[in-house]
T-cell receptor, first 113, second 112 residues
Framework: DGGITQSPKYLFRKEGQNVTLSCEQNLNHDAMYWYRQDPGQGLRLIYYSQIVNDFQKGDIAEGYSVSREKKESFPLTVTSAQKNPTAFYLC????????????FGSGTRLTVV | QQQVKQSPQSLIVQKGGISIINCAYENTAFDYFPWYQQFPGKGPALLIAIRPDVSEKKEGRFTISFNKSAKQFSLHIMDSQPGDSATYFCAASISGNTPLVFGKGTRLSVIA
């Protein structure tokens, strides 16, 4: 089955640590995205990538980093510079072009302890 | 600056009733308007989408109404069922060119 897989489902981080969230897709989609979801805030764009080896900052990129070395993979690193990292993180992918819908993963819930 | 404003924040509807969620946008260059449905602990799933060349699109019990002059679009859920209880997000983009911008979401509860 084609889809998008995020891991882990739950992640706990100590203050000052960097953590990396995994996102893998086998849909042959060119574009991939990371969104952050907080209660009452909707989905806010962190980073996105439309082709391999290229990515752009979204609205809330500070304290986060990404890489896109393979078409299938778009990992997100939450660095110690992110002041309030506790949130639900969603990865999505889509085809490029005129009409497209996003396929979302099931999310990773990150908690700072 | 919130590019897509969604209302209400929460909604309670009786089973069999009509659920209506509204969104307004600022950027007149937006030309793709999807709605997503999200259940707790899951990622959002595409429900229905519309482009500005039509004023209405219907898929089963779900209908999008689009008013280009008012820069508004809405989701209507006919014959609402308890299984429709979820959070709904509207979104907008310049298709093929920019990432989706999402509204803040509406938590729908359908009660028997």
């Amino acid at each position: 089955d084609g889809g998008i897989t995020q891991s882990p489902k739950y992640l706990f981080r100590k203050e000052g640590q960097n953590v990396t969230l995994s996102c893998e897709q086998n849909l042959n989609h060119d574009a991939m995205y990371w969104y952050r979801q907080d209660p009452g805030q909707g989905l806010r764009l962190i980073y996105y990538s439309q082709i391999v080896n290229d990515f752009q900052k979204g609205d809330i990129a500070e304290g986060y980093s990404v890489s896109r070395e393979k078409k299938e993979s778009f990992p997100l690193t939450v660095t110690s510079a992110q002041k309030n990292p506790t949130a639900f993180y969603l990865c999505a992918s889509s085809r490029r072009g005129e009409d497209y819908g996003y396929t979302f993963g099931s999310g990773t819930r990150l908690t700072v302890v | 600056q919130q590019q897509v404003k969604q209302s209400p924040q929460s909604l309670i509807v009786q089973k069999g009733g009509i659920s209506i969620i509204n969104c307004a946008y600022e950027n007149t260059a937006f030309d793709y308007f999807p709605w997503y449905q999200q259940f707790p602990g899951k990622g959002p799933a595409l429900l229905i989408a519309i482009r500005p060349d039509v004023s209405e699109k219907k898929e089963g019990r779900f209908t999008i109404s689009f008013n280009k002059s008012a820069k508004q679009f809405s989701l209507h859920i006919m014959d609402s069922q308890p299984g429709d209880s979820a959070t709904y997000f509207c979104a907008a983009s310049i298709s093929g060119n920019t990432p989706l911008v999402f509204g803040k979401g509406t938590r729908l509860s359908v009660i028997a």
